[in-house]
């Protein structure tokens, strides 16, 4: 089945620098890559998603690359702020065909300096 | 996500003692999915439903049961045979429909062991 890998684990940066947070994803067939932000306690909440007919996304700070010859895909924050704190999971799926369910990555605790 | 609901929030069990973890939508999403999510980890498949009256065995089933009575509700028992079932247990749904992959997450119940 799908494995992902996510890297690295904890990421401290100052407010205002940028953050990267890297995936690879071991079946080629998946063609779904969802970003979600988890706040302590909290329910993932999708942040950014991208579909491997598109090789990059962005959407205000935000932005996701993708690249499926290497099969992996990131995250970058930029312009971080306090409030960007929070443990980030990438995750992958096939969707079209058997098994939509997202496999996920072991997930990056961004922290943000003020 | 305001339309997916879990109960309860917190989740006490004995031991031998079998807990159902409720899972309700209002979204009149066809599928739904169970993940288990330990502390410092990302989250893992239990089982998911792609239509009423039919699921499927996701990444970590040994222990758990499901059943799909009702497109609204996709109840989860943790069984005795569960030997290590505290975690925070999520509930997440998808359209299931082409073009539409967005998974949204319940609140989720966290279930601890007496």
């Known amino acids: 089945g799908e494995n992902v890998e996510q890297h690295p684990s904890t990421l401290s940066v100052q407010e205002g620098d940028s953050a990267v947070i890297k995936c690879t994803y071991s079946?080629?067939?998946?063609?779904?890559f969802p970003w979600y932000k988890q706040e302590l306690g909290k329910r993932p909440q999708l942040i950014i998603d991208?579909?491997?007919?598109?090789g990059e996304k962005k959407d205000q700070r935000i932005a996701v690359t993708l690249n499926k010859t290497a099969k992996h895909f990131s995250l970058h924050i930029t312009e971080t702020q306090p409030e960007d704190s929070a443990v980030y999971f990438c995750a992958a799926s096939k969707v079209g065909t058997g098994r939509r369910a997202l496999t996920f990555g072991s997930g990056t605790r961004l922290q943000v300096q003020p | 996500d305001g339309g997916i609901t879990q109960s309860p929030k917190y989740l006490f069990r004995k031991e031998g003692q079998n807990v159902t973890l409720s899972c309700e939508q209002n979204?009149?999403?066809?599928?739904m999915y169970w993940y288990r999510q330990d502390p410092g980890q990302g989250l893992r498949l239990i089982y998911y439903s792609q239509i009423v009256n039919d699921f499927q065995k996701g990444d970590i089933a040994e222990g758990y049961s499901v059943s799909r009575e009702k497109k609204e509700s996709f109840p989860l028992t943790v069984t005795s045979a569960q030997k290590n079932p505290t975690a925070f247990y999520l509930c997440?749904?998808?359209?299931?429909?082409?073009?539409?992959?967005?998974?949204?997450f319940g609140p989720g119940t966290r279930l601890l062991v007496l």
């Open positions: 997440a749904t998808n359209p299931g429909t082409s073009g539409k992959e967005t998974q949204y």
């Open positions: 991208i579909r491997s007919n598109v």
């Open positions: 979204l009149n999403h066809d599928a």
């Open positions: 079946d080629s067939a998946s063609n779904y």
